[in-house]
C-alpha cells in the first residue's frame, strides 16, 4: 500500500514536484505539461457525511458507494485531481501500478506505472473518507489511431486496449490491409500475440488458382544380338559352349541356325535378334481451385494406398498414402489487385520401379506342420511437386518449376576377347542402347473472380444423352446428343482445343 501524508517536507515537496515535471518531460516532450498530462481534472460531488450532533454515518467504502468513482489513466501518463474537501492521507492498493501524489490538500497527481487495476482511498484529518477512487491503467491507443487514420483513411478501425491486450474492430478495404493492421497495433505491445485482429473485410475477394502441370516423355529403346552356342568332341569327352548374347525382348527379329557339322565339331547354333522401340507419353493435369483471400484451400483428384506402418511395441499398423494430382495453396489479394500465393502442387502415381517386396516364408513347428506367410510387396510412387510463394497480378501467368532430364544408357555384352576381334567381334557380342528424355512445366494462373448466377455455368453431363442399343450396333455411336437445345453456333471459328471430352 502507497500512504502520502498532506504536509511533506519542504524538500520533499520539491522532490515530488520535479518527479511529475520530470515523468511529464520524458514521455511527452512535444506538448505543453498540461497536455502531457492529458489532465482530465475530475470535479467531484461532495460526499454524503454526517450532519453535526447527529449519530455516525457508516459509509461503504466498496466501488458502488456514494462516493465511488472511476478513472481510466493511459500508461506512463498523468492525471490530476481536484477533491472537494481537503485530504490527509491517500492509500493506493496496488502502488506498482499507479502513484499517487499529493501537491496540496485538494490536488492530487495520479502517475501510470504499468497495466493493471487498482484503487486509491483518500482520507480527512479526522480520517473520514473522502473519496473512492477506481483506477483502471491501459495503454495509450491516440497514437495507433492516429496512425490508423493516415495509414488507412478509407477503412474504419476502432483499437481498444483490454488488459495489456489490443482490440481491433471495424472494416478494411481487403486481408492485407487487416494483416497491415495486426502488424502495426504488434509495435505497440511487448508482444505480437496480445493483438486480437477482429476486422472485418468488406467484400472479400475470392481468387480461382489455374494450374497447368504438362509433362512429355520421350524414350528410344535399339538392341542388337547375337547369340552362339556349339558342342565338340574331343577324343572320348563332349565340351559344350555358349555365348548367350540374346536379348529378353518382347517383339523384335529373331533369326537363327542349328547343326553346322565341321570334322568334331557336333552342333552350332547362332540367333540374331534385332528390337528397336519409340515411344511418347504426354502427361497433362489442369488442376482448379478457388478459396477466399487469406484463407488455405488443397485439393486431391486421386485416391490412397495402404502401407503397413511397425510401431514401438511390435504391433504392425496402417497408414494410408496419397496419390494423384494435387493442390493446395492460400492467396492474400494485396493493393491494386496483385495477389501473393502460397502454392504446393504434386501429381503422382503408383509405380513399381520403387516399391519395396518381402518375400514369403515357410516354417515348420515342432509337430512338423508347414506354415507359409505370403509375400508383401508395397508399391513406390513417382511423384513431380513443387512449392514456392509467388506474387502475381489477375490474370497473369508465370511457370511456377520446370525439369529437362535425359538419361541414356548403353552396353555391350559378349565373350571376352572374341567379342573384340574387328568385322568377326561382331557376333560374338549385343548392345543395348535406351535413350530416356522428360520434359516438366507447371504453368500457374490466379484469376479475381466473383459469383454467379447458376445458369451461367455449365458441366460437362448438360445435354448428354447416351446412344440407342440400334446407334451403336448400326453407326458405332456412344453417344446420341452432347449439347445445349437451341444453343446458337458462333460464326466466328475457334483455335485449338475445346468443349468437353468426347472418348
Known amino acids: 500500500m502507497g500512504v502520502r501524508n498532506q504536509k511533506p517536507a519542504e524538500g520533499d515537496q520539491m522532490t515530488m514536484l520535479e518527479k511529475v515535471m520530470n515523468l511529464a518531460g ?3 516532450c512535444k506538448a505543453t505539461v498540461a497536455g502531457l498530462l492529458g489532465a482530465a481534472t475530475l470535479g467531484l460531488a461532495a460526499p454524503a457525511v454526517a450532519q453535526r450532533g447527529s449519530q455516525p454515518v457508516s459509509i461503504d467504502v466498496g466501488g458502488t458507494s456514494a462516493v465511488s468513482k472511476s478513472i481510466v489513466l493511459p500508461l506512463h501518463k498523468a492525471a490530476i485531481v481536484e477533491l472537494p474537501q481537503a485530504a490527509a492521507d491517500v492509500l493506493v492498493s496496488q502502488p506498482s501500478v499507479v502513484d499517487a501524489v499529493v501537491r496540496s490538500p485538494r490536488r492530487v497527481y495520479l502517475l501510470g ?3 493493471g487495476q487498482t484503487n486509491a482511498f483518500f482520507f480527512d484529518a479526522r480520517g473520514r473518507q473522502i473519496l473512492n477512487l477506481e483506477i483502471l491503467v491501459e495503454r495509450d491507443m491516440d497514437a495507433l489511431s492516429e496512425l490508423f487514420g493516415r495509414v488507412m483513411p478509407e477503412s474504419r478501425i476502432e483499437v481498444e486496449a483490454i488488459n495489456d491486450n489490443v482490440v481491433l474492430r471495424g472494416v478494411v478495404q481487403s486481408a492485407s490491409e487487416a ?11 511487448d508482444d505480437p500475440e496480445k493483438v486480437i485482429n477482429l476486422l472485418a473485410v468488406r467484400d472479400p475477394e475470392q481468387v480461382m488458382l489455374k494450374v497447368r502441370i504438362v509433362e512429355m516423355q520421350r524414350q528410344l529403346l535399339k538392341q542388337l544380338g547375337v547369340s552362339a552356342s556349339g558342342s565338340f568332341q574331343l577324343s572320348d569327352s563332349i565340351f559344350t559352349a555358349a555365348a548367350a548374347n540374346s536379348i529378353a525382348t518382347t517383339g523384335g527379329l529373331g533369326i537363327s541356325g542349328r547343326k553346322f557339322n565341321t570334322g568334331d565339331l557336333e552342333t552350332l547354333d ?5 528390337f528397336e522401340s519409340t515411344g511418347l507419353i504426354r502427361i497433362l493435369a489442369e488442376p482448379n481451385l478457388t478459396a477466399v483471400s487469406g484463407e488455405a484451400a488443397r485439393f486431391l483428384a486421386g485416391g490412397e494406398f495402404p502401407v503397413p506402418v511397425g510401431q514401438d511395441d511390435g504391433v504392425i499398423s496402417i497408414e494410408f498414402k496419397e496419390f494423384g494430382v494435387g493442390l493446395g495453396f492460400t492467396p492474400l489479394v494485396l493493393s491494386k489487385g496483385r495477389i501473393n500465393l502460397k502454392i504446393s502442387t504434386e501429381v503422382s502415381e503408383i509405380t513399381t520401379e520403387n516399391a519395396f517386396f518381402v518375400p514369403g516364408a515357410t516354417t515348420v513347428d515342432d509337430e512338423g506342420n508347414l506354415t507359409t506367410t505370403a509375400g508383401l510387396s508395397i508399391p513406390g510412387l513417382s511423384v513431380r511437386r513443387a512449392n514456392t510463394v509467388v506474387e502475381l497480378p489477375s490474370g497473369g501467368s508465370l511457370v511456377m518449376a520446370g525439369l529437362l532430364r535425359e538419361d541414356m544408357r548403353s552396353t555391350i555384352e559378349g565373350i571376352p576377347g572374341v567379342k573384340d576381334v574387328p568385322v568377326l567381334g561382331q557376333l560374338f557380342r549385343s548392345r543395348n542402347y535406351a535413350n530416356n528424355e522428360s520434359e516438366l512445366v507447371i504453368i500457374v494462373t490466379p484469376y479475381l473472380v466473383k459469383p454467379t448466377h447458376e ?3 455449365a458441366d460437362p453431363s448438360k445435354g448428354f444423352v447416351p446412344a ?3 446407334e451403336t450396333i448400326l453407326f458405332g455411336k456412344m453417344v446420341s446428343t452432347y449439347g445445349l437445345a437451341g444453343a446458337g453456333v458462333s460464326e466466328a471459328s475457334l483455335q485449338g482445343p475445346m468443349g468437353f471430352m468426347l472418348d
Open 26 to 28: 520524458s514521455n511527452f
Open 113 to 115: 506505472l504499468e497495466t
Open 179 to 189: 494483416a497491415n493492421a495486426s502488424d502495426l497495433a504488434g509495435r505497440f505491445v
Open 270 to 274: 547362332l540367333s540374331l535378334q534385332a
Open 455 to 457: 445458369s451461367n455455368l
Open 468 to 470: 440407342s442399343d440400334a
